[in-house]
Every structure is written in C-alpha cells, then in structure tokens.
C-alpha cells in the first residue's frame, strides 16, 4: 500500500495569515492527489483533486501544488472557519490511503 | 445539491454483522462510483471500499477483504455495505461519498452513521 504522511501533524496560525501543509506519498504517484477539510463532528468536504485543481465552489484562497511525491497544501489569508484538520489521499492505486490530518489551530 | 444519507449504524458485538444502507437524491446514482470511508472515534479517515457506476467491480481496504462486502441498487439508488464477523477495530462512523467520477476521489459525503462493536 502507499503510505501519505503529512506535516506537521499540528500547526498554530494567526487570523491572516499564510499557511502550508506538505504530504508526502511513499512512492510516485504521479499528481494523482486530493486534499480534503474536515471540521469537529462533520463530513469532510473535498477541496482539491489532481494535486492542484480546485473543486466547484472551493474559494481561490487554497491551492495544491506538487506532483511525483511530495505535496503542498497552501491556505492564505487564514479566516476563522478555516481552522480545521486537513488531509490527504492518493488515488493513483487501491486501496486508496489518506494522510494522518493536519490539525490547524488558532493562535 | 447531491444528498446521501447513510443509516444502519449501531450497536453490534463482536462477531456479528450489520448492513449500512445510503439513500442517494437529486444526482443520477447510476452514473457515479461510490465509496465508503469510515473513521474511528479521534482518528483519521480510512477509505473502506469503491464499487464501479454498474457494480461491475468493486476494490478493498485489506482490513476488511473477506468480511464486508459493497453493493448497490440502483433502481433504489441506494448504496450498501454488508459487514461480517466485526472485530472491535471496526468501530468508527461510517460515510458514503460519491465519486467525482473524472478522478478516483470520494467529492460528497453524507454525514455518517456511527457503527460500535463492543460486547
């Protein structure tokens, strides 16, 4: 199975600020990579597909970049409803394997 | 707005089996793959299993190859998940998603059912 490791596990930001969170896949996996935000006691909600496509109705502050086997999640201009936990999945090969989270926290 | 709700969550021992059921609405359920991923009590997401727009194939999580079993009907548009012999390590809320369909990644989630095996 590939494995998708993610850091930092946890991260602390102001309001405003620029965040990124990277994962990392255990072999190549092409841009075959998606990002999902889950907040306490909800779904998760798709954000990004194909490492750097954003989802209908996804605002342009979030964007993916990356390809092979690293990534990077980027989030500007951090807002309240932002802090949350983030993960990542590849799906190039089943079984598909997601990331542990990011938990972003405000500072 | 594509709407699935999930239900056959609940209290099961260890052992037994249970079948979670997902009502899909206001999409055409025939046309998309659709999965399950499931999520244990503090944890993170784990992807459970896919079955293909016609139920023509249908993959696994190693953990549960041999055990749960996906299908779907899709004259009820309804998705399901028959789960054999749980195991404690099966505790977790349970979220149907349909695919995107133009890439392999679960895009809308129901919210959940809460399955518990414990004696």
């Known amino acids: 199975d590939i494995q998708m490791t993610q850091s930092p596990s946890s991260l602390s930001a102001y309001v405003g600020d620029r965040v990124s969170i990277t994962c990392r896949a255990s072999q190549d996996i092409s841009h075959y990579l998606a990002w999902f935000q889950q907040k306490p006691g909800k779904a998760p909600k798709s954000l990004i597909y194909?490492?750097?496509r954003l989802q209908s109705g996804v605002p342009s502050k979030f964007s993916g970049s990356g390809s092979g086997t690293d990534f990077t999640l980027t989030i500007s201009s951090l807002q309240p409803e932002d802090f949350a936990t983030y993960y990542c999945q590849q799906y190039i090969r089943y079984p598909l394997t997601f990331g542990q989270g990011t938990r972003l926290e405000i500072k | 707005q594509v709407q699935l709700v999930e239900s056959g969550g609940g209290v099961v021992q260890p052992g037994r089996s249970l079948r979670l059921s997902c009502a899909a609405s206001?999409?055409?359920?025939?046309?998309?793959?659709m999965h399950w991923v499931r999520q244990a009590p503090g944890k993170g997401l784990e992807w459970v299993a896919v079955?293909?727009?016609?139920?023509?194939?249908?993959y696994y999580t190693d953990s549960v190859k041999g055990r749960f079993t996906i299908s779907r009907d899709n004259s009820k548009n309804t998705l399901y998940l028959q789960m054999n012999s749980l195991r404690a390590e099966d505790t977790a809320v349970y979220y149907c998603?349909?695919?995107?369909?133009?890439?392999?990644?679960?895009?809308?989630w129901g919210q959940g059912t809460l399955v518990t095996v414990s004696s």
């Open positions: 194909a490492a750097s």
């Open positions: 998603a349909r695919d995107l369909g133009e890439a392999t990644v679960p895009v809308t």
């Open positions: 079955i293909s727009y016609d139920g023509s194939n249908e």
């Open positions: 206001t999409f055409t359920f025939s046309d998309y793959a």
